[in-house]
């Protein structure tokens, strides 16, 4: 079945960074457009970051452009995020998902979680000030 195993949160003071990574098995990775997303208690799953099947476009929420970058390996079934100068609102338990409807997200946009079929169970960042 399809699995999507994310890891490498923790708790870093601001300023820090961290790598997220997300495994992924039972699909054929290069074949999908990935995204991460970001929940915090109370509120929607927002979009963070999203990479085409290729790599060769990338977007990102604007409150993280210049300190995240999304990045992926085809060869070894691999998402990323790489996010640095972390701060306390970047907080949150970080998804990765895969993009089902390519058609749904070019005319919803990247971010809408709707065109994501595939999730895996999160990994919890948290940035102390």
């Known amino acids: 079945q399809v699995q999507l195993v994310e890891s490498g949160g923790g708790s870093v003071q601001a300023g820090g960074s961290l790598r997220l990574s997300c495994a992924v098995s039972?699909?054929?990775?290069?074949?999908?457009?990935m995204a991460w997303f970001r929940q915090v208690p109370g509120k929607e799953r927002d979009g963070v970051s999203y990479?085409?099947?290729?790599?060769?476009?990338?977007d990102y929420v604007d409150s993280v452009k210049g300190r995240f970058t999304i990045s992926r390996d085809n060869a070894e079934n691999t998402l990323y995020l790489q996010m640095n100068s972390l701060k306390p609102e970047d907080t949150g338990v970080y998804y990765c998902a895969a993009a089902t409807s390519t058609y749904y997200l070019s005319s919803h946009g990247w971010n809408n979680k709707s065109g994501y079929g595939y999730w895996g169970q999160g990994t919890q960042v948290t940035v102390s000030s």
């Open positions: 039972g699909l054929t990775f290069d074949a999908y457009d």
């Open positions: 990479i085409t099947r290729g790599g060769d476009r990338t």
